[in-house]
């Protein structure tokens, strides 16, 4: 199957690590070139040398180390690089608990991020896209916001709201050309994951090095894996999937319609 992803320009939030690590990967994989951005340039050399001992190109591969839980750093990441062909909103590091752990104060520093950083480069990437009647966004959001939990409140609303904000930008930015569509991942393996799951073993079972056991009772007895979410992504930006937007689709091997063994 030909992606016709060749020398398309593709920015991922995020790309340092995890879920959008891994997109970068399968996106240089189809022959595009990324822009990956994290706030720690230190990690983003890391991903450079992860990618390019996998035999990819350097010189296919550009990197920014901002904050994008700031608006203005949202701002410049679009003067810098107002012309991409695709954006990936994956940044995200809400922190799990329930409503007396997540004061005001981690509530909305996380959502500065994950909520109104993916609001904010929508805004600016998609006027630059309706310019040119062409492109995707595709927001990397979360099975939470469909699946809430008591214990992961914050990420729960805040994907919640990029549920309906994608549905609802996706069902209007069509009339210019654009797709917006979006991914709900249920668990999946990555740094972030491994600190989320080492706080529920502390909590159910007193011993943080025991989150593997926590992974047992899941679907085929394990998170996801990251390209499993990655190569859905890549295959949803590419025109083959042209008739996609205004949708999220959820990857979670059934879970939300398991019925809870023993
Ligand atoms: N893994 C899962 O199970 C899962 C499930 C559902 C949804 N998701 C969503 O998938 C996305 C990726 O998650 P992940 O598990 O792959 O996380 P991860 O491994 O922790 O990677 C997060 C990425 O975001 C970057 N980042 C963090 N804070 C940032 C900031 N303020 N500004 C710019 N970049 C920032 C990190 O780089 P630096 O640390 O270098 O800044 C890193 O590249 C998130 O939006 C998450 O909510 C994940």
Not at 111 to 135: A, C, D, P
Request: hydrophobic share 40%; charged share 20%.
């Amino acid at each position: 199957m030909n992606l016709n992803l060749q020398n398309k320009t593709v920015l991922i939030t995020g790309g340092s690590k995890g879920i959008g690590l891994s997109i970068a990967e399968s996106f240089l994989a189809e022959g595009a070139r990324i822009i990956i951005t994290s706030r720690d340039s230190e990690n983003l050399k890391k991903a450079i040398n992860h990618l390019t001992d996998k035999g990819f190109k350097a010189d296919q591969i550009k990197t920014v180390a901002l904050d994008l839980s700031l608006s203005d750093a949202c701002s410049s990441l679009h003067k810098q690089y107002p012309d991409v062909d695709i954006l990936i909103n994956n940044a995200g590091a809400i922190p799990g608990g329930n409503i007396f752990e997540i004061d005001e104060e981690k509530w909305r520093s996380s959502w500065e991020l994950k909520v109104f950083g993916y609001i904010n480069l929508t805004r600016h990437y998609l006027k630059s896209m309706q310019g040119k009647k062409k492109g995707v966004i595709c927001n990397i959001i979360g099975m939470a916001g469909i699946a809430p939990r008591y214990e992961y409140i914050c990420g729960a609303a805040a994907n919640s709201a990029l549920i309906s904000f994608t549905q609802a930008i996706g069902g209007a930015s069509v009339r210019s050309g654009v797709r917006v569509f979006g991914i709900n991942p249920s668990p999946t393996k990555s740094d972030r994951m491994e600190v989320m799951l080492k706080k529920t073993a502390t909590d159910k079972l007193g011993d943080p090095n025991r989150w593997m056991e926590l992974t047992t009772t899941l679907p085929f007895g394990r998170m996801a894996e990251p390209y499993e979410i990655a190569n859905l992504a890549v295959f949803g930006c590419s025109d083959l999937c042209g008739y996609l937007s205004g949708t999220v689709i959820n990857v979670d091997g059934g879970q939300n319609f398991s019925t809870p063994q023993k």
